[in-house]
């Protein structure tokens, strides 16, 4: 399996899907926002950012993918390992991701940029 690395991240993310928006009670984060990988779950599960700011995602179990569903990003991360993994979002929008090894446990997420 290949690991893609922070800075190669930082080029491929060029991620564009249209989507819903996110519910009333989502507040947009200006500096960015971390998501946690733990088993079967990210939390939380909608991370709502402005755009041109970064979220990062860090297992603090096990070993899980981020894997946006419209390419661009599909990283490893694990505890023992590469236990981190960000991206910029520039484009408003809604980004769905999943878990690769969790799917079946509807391990997924998305990111709002408002």
């Known amino acids: 399996m290949k690991r893609i690395t922070a800075g190669a991240i930082a080029a491929v993310i060029a991620v564009v899907i249209g989507g819903a928006q ?7 984060g200006k500096s960015g926002r971390n998501v946690s990988a733990t088993n079967y ?59 690769r090894f969790h799917k079946e446990k509807d391990m997924r997420g998305k990111v709002v940029v408002k």
């Open 22 to 28: 996110a519910s009333a009670g989502d507040t947009a």
């Open 41 to 99: 779950e990210f939390t939380p599960k909608t991370a709502s950012v402005s755009a041109g700011s970064r979220v990062t995602w860090t297992a603090k179990q096990g070993r899980h993918t981020v894997t946006f569903k419209s390419g661009g990003l599909d990283a490893v991360i694990d505890t023992s390992g590469d236990a981190s993994v960000s991206a910029k979002f520039k484009r408003p929008g809604t980004y769905k991701y999943v878990c």
